[in-house]
Nanobody, 124 residues
Framework: QVHLVESGGGAVTAGGSLRLSCLAS?????????VAWFRQPPGKEREWVAA????????FYANSVKGRSAISRDNAKNTAYLQLNNLKVEDTAVYFC????????????????WGQGTQVTVSS
């Protein structure tokens, strides 16, 4: 069991940056989990954004954020991060982190634990 809490969302203007954090707690060792970020834009389905392996050695990005974002983790702090740069209006969404003991993947069905989400709003 992993309890995840996101933070760092907010309202920014286009071109700005935010760093989202995902703090993990619970009996399952966070460093054994792959972690991903998903987002759900208003009125749309949830979509995968980025993923990172348990070690942090490999990262993966959706085309929509590739080159503008960076996923990372600090296992000593039980925290994963998502740096978002050059934000666009279309990045407006609730951002969720998720964790799994399985391989990192874009498939949300493979993730067992989810945070409550943090709102990111980008204005023009």
């Amino acid at each position: 069991q992993v309890h995840l809490v996101e933070s760092g969302g907010g309202a920014v203007t286009a071109g700005g940056s935010l760093r989202l954090s995902c703090l993990a707690s619970g009996p399952t060792t966070f460093s054994s989990c792959a972690v991903a970020w998903f987002r759900q834009p208003p009125g749309k389905e949830r979509e995968w954004v980025a993923a990172i392996t348990w070690s942090g050695d490999n990262t993966f990005y959706a085309n929509s954020v590739k080159g503008r974002s960076a996923i990372s983790r600090d296992n000593a702090k039980n925290t994963a991060y998502l740096q978002l740069n050059n934000l666009k209006v279309e990045d407006t969404a609730v951002y969720f982190c998720a964790a799994t003991l399985r391989r990192s993947t874009w498939d949300e069905n493979e993730y067992d634990w989810w945070g409550q989400g943090t709102q990111v709003t980008v204005s023009s």
